[in-house]
T-cell receptor, first 114, second 113 residues
């Protein structure tokens, strides 16, 4: 089974609007971390936000927030007030417990329309 | 500035040749990783290393080899045994104690002619 599933290959959003990128995960480990990365056309992966499985609050970093629904095993990324520079690929990832390996989804391509 | 460098940015090789991709970090991170990215797919782990002189295979290690002789360096060799080596290769590092997220280099795009 896939550890991380991103079901939206491509998304469009109007500039200044909010957008939600979906991510579901699969693990039986009670301790895990969830990550979102942005990959612009240049190729480099940029870390955006982290959510730990024991964190009580949803993570927020500036215009990025993570809608963490533990029972549903979902960790959706919300980008508020979209900007043209947000156009990129977005990847959800997970690390289980104290393991070394990170599992990545297939990504969502976001296009911000002026 | 602390960070991860990968060289070269673009690399071309003839079929049947081995090629080595460079990855250097000055973040004093213990763990280093190599990923392969193909169009429409996420990142797939090739190899990772927790400490100097130690490394483990990832999900797609066949046809690749690595070394970790220094903490700062984790070169990846793509051998002629790798059947479809054309891809984008990303190197990452992470602090071992208390390290959370991975930090990535700019990537190397390898094309086999």
């Amino acid at each position: 089974a896939q550890k991380i599933t991103q079901t939206q290959p491509g998304m469009f959003v109007q500039e200044k609007e909010a957008v939600t990128l979906d991510c579901t995960y699969d693990t039986s480990d009670p301790s895990y971390g969830l990550f979102w990365y942005k990959q612009p056309s240049s190729g480099e992966m940029i870390f955006l936000i982290y959510q730990g499985s024991y964190d009580q609050q949803n993570a927020t970093e500036g215009r990025y927030s993570l809608n963490f629904q533990k029972a549903r095993k979902s960790a959706n990324l919300v980008i508020s007030a979209s900007q043209l520079g947000d156009s990129a690929m977005y990847f959800c990832a997970m690390r289980e417990g104290t393991g070394n390996q990170f599992y990545f989804g297939t990504g969502t391509s976001l296009t911000v329309i002026p | 500035d602390g960070g991860i460098t990968q060289s070269p940015k673009y690399l071309f090789r003839k079929e049947g040749q081995n090629v080595t991709l460079s990855c250097e970090q000055n973040l004093n991170h213990d763990a280093m990783y190599w990923y392969r990215q193909d169009p429409g797919q996420g990142l797939r782990l090739i190899y990772y290393s927790q400490i100097v002189n130690d490394f483990q295979k990832g999900d797609i290690a066949e046809g690749y080899s690595v070394s970790r002789e220094k903490k700062e360096s984790f070169p990846l060799t793509v051998t002629s045994a790798q059947k479809n080596p054309t891809a984008f290769y990303l190197c990452a590092s992470r602090a071992w104690a208390g390290g959370r997220e991975q930090f990535f280099g700019p990537g190397t795009r390898l094309t086999v002619l």
